[in-house]
């Protein structure tokens, strides 16, 4: 699957999705069909940008904005079902089956126990866990057709670590090393692999609203004493997309500076 994935295509000046519904193509490419969701900004945005620069043919979902050029922009909300079901069809139809899923999408709403509203919960788990099933699950159809796929969950380190405050996010990202590591066992005689990789502290609109205090907490735990940045993770998104990742399935890969060492 992945042995075409170091011819480059051109994709520089295909046009971005302007617009909901329709997809727009992405011009030209020789690459396997790689799905970004969350493509539009912060981590994702920088995933479907490495992928296609690898020679990936890419296509990366938005709720807003919009993505990087070269990449086939779909509009999807992945707690909705339908609107999930109607993206992949329009990947499909552009680019053609996909074959690299990384499901990226996630949101926060961080509050302490006590506090957190049956909403904060729901948000989370919804959009982490369940509109990662949505699209695991939809992928799934035709990469067994294939008999051949690579899906890459993004969790995080608190899912492993823990986090104060967090116990809606850390729960939804520890489910994911739970799905990817079933999904592994379920689909690995079928020639698909399934990875989690967790950022640590990532330098993106997650983490921008953090106080000062807050931040400089954290990078005193983290060994390397630095934020992360999406290129980092992006790294090892191409690495389990790629060639090099051919015989890994139910990793946990950590890009976290060593934060979560040991977990
Ligand atoms: N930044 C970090 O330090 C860090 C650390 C560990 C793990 N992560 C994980 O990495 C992933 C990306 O994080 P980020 O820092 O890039 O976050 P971000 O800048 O807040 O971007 C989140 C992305 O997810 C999309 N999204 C959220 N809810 C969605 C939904 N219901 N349907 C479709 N798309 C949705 C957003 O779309 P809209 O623009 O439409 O909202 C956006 O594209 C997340 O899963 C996050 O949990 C981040």
Not at 23 to 40: I, K, S
Request: a negative charge.
């Amino acid at each position: 699957m992945t042995d075409s994935a170091d011819t480059t295509p051109d994709l520089s000046d295909a046009p971005t999705s302007p617009d909901a519904a329709a997809a727009t193509p992405a011009g030209p490419g020789q690459g396997p069909v790689a799905l970004v969701t969350g493509a539009n900004r912060g981590i994702g945005r920088v995933i479907a940008q490495r992928l296609a620069a690898d020679g990936f043919r890419v296509a990366g979902t938005h709720r807003s904005g919009d993505v990087p050029p070269g990449v086939l922009g779909v509009r999807a909300d992945v707690t909705d079902v339908e609107q999930v079901d109607a993206a992949y069809k329009a990947v499909e139809a552009e680019l053609g089956p996909v074959e690299v899923l990384v499901a990226n999408a996630g949101v926060t709403r961080d509050t302490l126990i006590m506090r957190m509203s049956e909403e904060d919960w729901d948000t989370v788990l919804e959009t982490n866990l369940t509109g990662t099933f949505h699209v695991v699950k939809r992928a799934a159809r035709g990469m067994v057709r294939a008999r051949s796929g690579r899906i890459v969950l993004i969790s995080s380190v608190v899912g492993q670590l823990g986090s104060a405050g967090q116990v809606n996010y850390a729960t939804s990202k520890a489910g994911l090393v739970g799905m990817a590591r079933s999904l592994a066992r379920e689909l690995g005689g079928r020639g698909i692999t399934a990875n989690v990789v967790a950022p640590g502290f990532i330098e993106t609109d997650m983490t921008a609203d953090l106080d000062e205090k807050t931040v400089a907490g954290y990078q005193a735990q983290i060994p390397l004493g630095r934020m992360g940045s999406s290129e980092d993770v992006a790294a090892a998104v191409a690495f389990l997309a790629g060639p090099g990742g051919a015989y890994v399935t139910g990793a946990l890969i950590p890009v976290d500076g060593g934060l979560g060492m040991g977990h």
